[in-house]
T-cell receptor
Framework: LAKTTQPISMDSYEGQEVNITCSHN???????ITWYQQFPSQGPRFIIQ???TKVTNEVASLFIPADRKSSTLSLPRVSLSDTAVYYC??????????FGKGTRLSVIA | GAVVSQHPSRVICKSGTSVKIECRSL??????MFWYRQFPKQSLMLMAT?????????EQGVEKDKFLINHASLTLSTLTVTSAHPEDSSFYIC?????????????FGPGTRLTVT
């Protein structure tokens, strides 16, 4: 199970693009990179998952370089409602997810 | 996407009593469910892995006699906190795997806030 490291906190103004980078130096060949979002007193919500290069959905983009030792979650034009904790994980198949401390994003008006 | 529910969403109980928390997969069959605990301002901590029809696997430091887990069907797992104490007050979250859809994606329930007085 790859260990992940990400910034503890980030601040951003509304309307800006936010990029949160996560390092996972010992990621295994079969590991996917997955990001979750968690609001206070709620369960984590799946945002995006990728294996390599770039993945985009209606919520975010995920950039993964060729060596896969890091990944960047990109949130376009954040709003106040994007204030949350964002977790980067690299699960192996159907193993339980082990959460790190996550990145606490604060969006300021 | 798949939906996981938890019941109750909040519960307050007296010290020494037991509390049962239910985790249900509403539109898929979950052969594996996980139970997490989260204290304020902290990350989720895995407590145990629950497989349908077999005994749960507990993480180190989690008392299996205190946190009873039952996964009797493919859509329901329960966590019973026995003889609860104030230090058991926490946010309990379950997640479920839908192996037929995506073995890499886990779906989380909304959580249960337990307060022991």
């Amino acid at each position: 199970l790859a260990k992940t490291t990400q910034p503890i906190s980030m601040d951003s103004y509304e309307g800006q693009e936010v990029n949160i980078t996560c390092s996972h130096n010992n990621i295994a060949t079969n590991d996917y990179i997955t990001w979750y979002q968690q609001f206070p007193s709620q369960g984590p919500r799946f945002i995006i998952q990728g294996y390599k290069t770039k993945v985009t959905n209606e919520v975010a983009s995920l950039f993964i370089p060729a060596d896969r030792k890091s990944s960047t979650l990109s949130l376009p034009r954040v709003s106040l409602s994007d204030t949350a904790v964002y977790y980067c994980l690299a699960p192996s198949g159907n193993t339980p997810l082990v959460f790190g401390k996550g990145t606490r994003l604060s969006v300021i008006a | 996407g798949a939906v996981v529910s938890q019941h109750p969403s909040r519960v307050i109980c007296k010290s020494g009593t037991s509390v049962k928390i239910e985790c249900r997969s509403l539109d898929f069959q979950a052969t594996t469910m996980f139970w997490y605990r989260q204290f304020p301002k902290q990350s989720l901590m895995l407590m145990a892995t629950s497989n349908e029809g077999s005994k749960a696997t507990y993480e180190q430091g989690v008392e299996k006699d205190k946190f009873l887990i039952n996964h009797a069907s493919l859509t329901l797992s329960t966590l019973t906190v026995t003889s609860a104490h104030p230090e058991d007050s926490s946010f309990y979250i379950c997640s479920a795997l839908d192996r037929e859809w995506d073995p890499n994606e886990q779906y989380f329930g909304p959580g249960t806030r337990l307060t022991v007085t």
